[in-house]
């Protein structure tokens, strides 16, 4: 297996930091999804294996999906919003700092300022354009990737080798790579995804399990939500090849329905023939949030950085909308099909 090229300081530094630290604290961005959540863990698995020795905390901002409990060790993760002392403690006290699927301090919300004052040693690795170089010590970005989970497993591949990544490494990152490629359904266009994939799966994984944890366990509620959502929530734009869903709290309220509920949702907007761009508009009781997702070439990582002051991938991107609910939608319809 070929394997990507690293810079090889970086490399040595992370092996260096991560063998010498008794206590790192790993975190990932607020609302996680399963690459939040793969990455996450299966850096977890890795140093537990590899530093037996060492404290190792993951935390997220807000905790666990549920849907994702079933993934090895996910008990462990600290929750921000039940566990507030606890995660600005592991993050204060901690040694070494690793962040995983985000490019930017502010996308672990409230915890960014124990992350950022920490005086400890900071890595991050991350597959978003422009990453925060200024609060991290390494930083191994590479957007092109599918995934953090994907860039995960290389780097776990060039500083330690692959007898480094076992079984429950794998199944997490495994999960992170489905999640972010939709089961390989886009953002899999580079050889090293299935590179990386194959040899995942060669651990012994149960890849069909996997993906039946991720598609085949809705709750009845989320799957009539979802229903109420394309017949009720879904705005069809033909002529423009737009169409973008949107939910006030109020909808989310009476459908009893998480942000973690609606992962994926954006996504049915592109199984449209005609429509190249689909956008999903949630509000909160503090903000509103954008999710954008496109197909050919419509760069929606540039829209949502240059208007709302997001970003992400070329064909993914989100963003917290500085605009009320109802302006949010007014301006992205806006973009997308003028006044």
């Not at 944890?213 to 002529?239: D, V």
């Not at 996504?267 to 689909?278: A, D």
């Not at 970003?311 to 909308?321: F, I, R, Y």
């Amino acid at each position: 297996m070929k394997g990507l090229e690293f810079d090889s300081q970086r490399l040595a530094a992370i092996k260096e930091l991560t063998a010498q630290a008794t206590s790192i604290a790993i975190i990932a961005h607020r609302n996680a999804d399963g690459d939040a959540m793969g990455s996450l863990l299966g850096m977890y698995h890795i140093l537990s294996d590899l530093n037996p020795k060492a404290k190792i905390t993951p935390l997220l901002p807000n905790g666990c999906p549920k849907q994702f409990t079933w993934m090895p060790h996910s008990e462990l993760i600290l929750n921000g919003d039940t566990q507030l002392e606890a995660c600005n403690k592991a993050l204060m006290e901690s040694e070494l700092i690793i962040g995983v699927d985000f490019n930017v301090p502010s996308r672990v919300d409230f915890l960014e300022t124990a992350l950022v004052t920490s005086p400890a040693k900071k890595i991050l690795i991350d597959h978003h354009h422009n990453p925060d170089k200024e609060h991290f010590d390494v930083v191994i970005s590479r957007s092109e990737l599918s995934s953090a989970c994907e860039l995960v497993y290389w780097v776990a591949q060039a500083v330690w080798g692959d007898s480094a990544i076992n079984q429950d490494a794998a199944r997490s990152l495994y999960t992170g790579i489905c999640t972010d490629t939709g089961s390989f359904s886009y953002s899999c266009e580079q050889p090293s995804l299935y590179e990386a994939a194959a040899a995942l799966v060669a651990k012994d994984i149960n890849a069909a399990d996997i993906h039946n944890h991720i598609n085949n366990t809705f709750s009845i509620e989320r799957m009539q939500f979802f229903g109420f959502a394309i017949s009720e929530r879904l705005h069809i734009y033909e002529k423009e090849k737009f169409a973008y869903f949107s939910f006030s709290l109020q909808d989310q309220q009476e459908h009893h329905i998480s942000a973690a509920d609606m992962e994926g949702l954006v996504n049915y907007t592109l199984m449209m023939e005609q429509i190249e761009v689909g956008v999903l508009i949630r509000e909160e009781a503090t903000r509103t949030k954008i999710s954008f997702r496109s197909k050919k070439d419509v760069d929606v990582n540039n829209i949502a950085r240059t208007h709302f002051g997001g970003g992400g991938h070329t064909k993914a991107a989100g963003a917290d909308s500085p605009y009320s609910f109802e302006e949010t939608i007014r301006r992205v319809k806006e973009l997308f099909i003028g006044d």
